[in-house]
Nanobody
Framework: QVQLVESGGGLVQAGGSLRLSCAPS????????MGWFRQTPGKEREFVAA????????GYADSKKGRFTISRDNAKNTVYLQIDSLKPEDTAVYYC????????????????????WGQGTQVTVSS
């Protein structure tokens, strides 16, 4: 069983930055593929970025390249999502997810590939 705890969301003005954190318990991140998704009301969950198993590869949604950066700290067993130059359209609930099955260098981009999800952290960007 893996539990994911996200933190770092909040209210920020457009142009600002946030760093979201995700710390899994029950498994170390070098034995997981880890991803970030986001969701707004009435829309499907949207892939943002992810690491492959053990962080060997990184992948971003095409629309997220440039302002979003996924990173990891193995010593802290934590994965981060840095969001810069925030825009009001970035307002969403951001979810961390863990994939236990897809080992190798492929980056899982689809939500059904993930086995565990965090509770989500709200990011609100004011204009």
């Amino acid at each position: 069983q893996v539990q994911l705890v996200e933190s770092g969301g909040g209210l920020v003005q457009a142009g600002g930055s946030l760093r979201l954190s995700c710390a899994p318990s029950g498994r170390t991140i070098d034995r997981l593929a880890m991803g970030w998704f986001r969701q707004t009301p009435g829309k499907e969950r949207e892939f943002v970025a992810a690491f492959s198993w053990s962080g060997g590869s990184t992948g971003y949604a095409d629309s997220k390249k440039g302002r979003f950066t996924i990173s990891r700290d193995n010593a802290k067993n934590t994965v981060y999502l840095q969001i810069d130059s925030l825009k009001p359209e970035d307002t969403a609930v951001y979810y961390c997810a863990a994939d236990l099955r897809n080992s190798g260098l492929r980056v899982p981009r689809l939500d059904y590939e993930y086995d565990y999800w965090g509770q989500g952290t709200q990011v609100t960007v004011s204009s």
